[in-house]
């Protein structure tokens, strides 16, 4: 059971930062954590993911802590286009990505 | 840049009919997904591919079947529909190797009457 544990929900200001926690104390050494998001009414989108080094792209980044049983995504400026569900997931060897509820990130203008 | 590609957008269907959801990817990925996702919930795999020519059943398979025609199609077949089976499916790809992101389609909204 690839299980990881992120809050249900958060809230952020436009054009502020903001860092979406996830936990995954489990994890093992070969599994990479994978951050998707899902706007409304659309497919989950890739957004990040790492192993054990911190990642950056053009849309956010991936901080994972020493000891690898939790990460943050960080937006490093958030957008109305950033509001979404945000789902933090470890992937093994297996093929499969388990899916959680994932995390609401709420937007104020 | 097509990606992965789901046909029919939208489909109304009555309880016992069948159907066939499309996908398609021009990516060249050997792995692809079907998932439902139910109002509320994350999604739930239903069946997968990791190569042309194998599938296998994920977290909910009862009720469905799938054909991976070639590498580029994977099609998900409702024999019989249910109302439960009122859903939103997604289908997704993925390329070789280690920790490498799915991709996914914008979805087949289904509703069983």
């Known amino acids: 059971d690839a299980k990881t544990t992120q809050p249900n929900s958060m809230e952020s200001n436009e054009e502020e930062p903001v860092h979406l926690p996830c936990n995954h104390s489990?994890?093992?050494?070969?599994?990479?954590i994978h951050w998707y998001r899902q706007l409304p009414s659309q497919g989950p989108e890739y957004v990040i993911h790492?192993?054990?080094s911190n990642v950056n792209n053009r849309m956010a980044s991936l901080a994972i802590a020493e000891d690898r049983k939790s990460s943050t995504l960080i937006l490093h400026r958030a957008t109305l286009r950033d509001a979404a569900v945000y789902y933090c997931?470890?992937?093994?060897?297996?093929?499969?990505?388990?899916f959680g509820k994932g995390m609401k990130l709420t937007v104020n203008p | 840049n097509a990606g992965v590609t789901q046909t029919p957008k939208f489909q109304v269907l009555k309880t016992g009919q069948s159907m066939t959801l499309q996908c398609a990817q021009d990516?060249?990925?050997?792995?692809m997904y079907w998932y439902r996702q139910d109002p509320g919930m994350g999604l739930r795999l239903i069946y997968y591919?990791?190569?042309?020519?194998t599938t296998d059943k994920g977290e909910v398979p009862n009720g469905y079947n799938v054909s991976r025609l070639n590498k580029r199609e994977f099609s998900l077949r409702l024999e019989s529909a249910a109302p439960s089976q009122t859903s939103v499916y997604f289908c997704?790809?993925?390329?070789w190797g280690l920790g490498q992101p799915q991709h996914f389609g914008d979805g087949t909204r289904l509703s069983i009457l």
């Open positions: 591919s990791a190569s042309e020519g």
């Open positions: 790492g192993l054990t």
């Open positions: 997704a790809s993925r390329g």
């Open positions: 489990t994890i093992s050494g070969t599994d990479y």
């Open positions: 990516m060249n990925h050997n792995s």
């Open positions: 997931i470890r992937q093994g060897g297996s093929e499969k990505l388990v």
